[in-house]
Each structure stands twice: as structure tokens, then as C-alpha cells.
């Protein structure tokens, strides 16, 4: 599966953005779809994720209640709604896919999407 993220840009602080990413097959129900980033200069870092057959969302502690993660089944496609953004949340963002929670969550899932850069000025 190839999976191809956009929706990516400049904003600032404050703002918004929604990210997509489609997969190039279907995403089964079993799948677990992610968000990680990575800024200049750290590590990567585990954003968002959404059991796809059942909708459950988890956030990290940084962005819980100001991002949203959701899926279209028919449209294979998930999506990362970023609210009241920060300086700090400067980074290239990346969808990833695995069945394996764990893996999505640690940065280790199979099937990564080329990164979207989401810059926020102050």
C-alpha cells in the first residue's frame, strides 16, 4: 500500500490546517491508521492514531484538544484536523499504516507516506 499525504503549508499561530492522507488500497478494519511528526533538530514523535474498524482515536498529551484524527472508509483516506497550532508544532508530518498498535504508536509501522511540512509562525 502507498500511502500519500498532503494538506500541508504555512500558518500562524493560532490557525488551522487539515491533513489527508489517501491510501492506495483499502484500509481494512483491522488497520491502525497514524499521525507521527518530526521537527528540526528532534526526534520523531508519535501524534495521533485511529483503530480503523472501530473509530477509536488516541492523542498525544501535546496536541490532545486541539487536534482531531478521523477516517473516510469509502474514501480510504485519514485525516489530521489541527486547531489553535503552536511554533511548536512545526514539523513534517507523516501518515503511517500497520495492524500492530504498538508499532504505529512507537514509529515502526510498516507503511509510511512521504511527509507533508506544516510550518507555524509566531
Known amino acids: 500500500v502507498q500511502l500519500q499525504a498532503s494538506g500541508g503549508g504555512s500558518v500562524q499561530a493560532e490557525g488551522s490546517l487539515r491533513l489527508s492522507c489517501v491510501a492506495s488500497t483499502r484500509i481494512f478494519s483491522s488497520a491502525v491508521m497514524g499521525w507521527l511528526r518530526q521537527a528540526p533538530g528532534k526526534e520523531r514523535e508519535w501524534v495521533a492514531a485511529i483503530r480503523w474498524g472501530v473509530g477509536n482515536t488516541y492523542y498525544a498529551d501535546s496536541v490532545k484538544g486541539r487536534f482531531t484524527i478521523s477516517g473516510d472508509k469509502a474514501k480510504n483516506t485519514v485525516y489530521l484536523q489541527m486547531n489553535n497550532l503552536e511554533p511548536e508544532d512545526t514539523a513534517i508530518y507523516y501518515c503511517?499504516?500497520?495492524?500492530?498498535?504498538?508499532?504505529?504508536?512507537?514509529?515502526?509501522?510498516?507503511?509510511w507516506g512521504k511527509g507533508t511540512l506544516v510550518t507555524v509562525s509566531s
Open positions: 503511517t499504516k500497520d495492524s500492530d498498535w504498538g508499532k504505529v504508536v512507537a514509529g515502526k509501522a510498516d507503511f
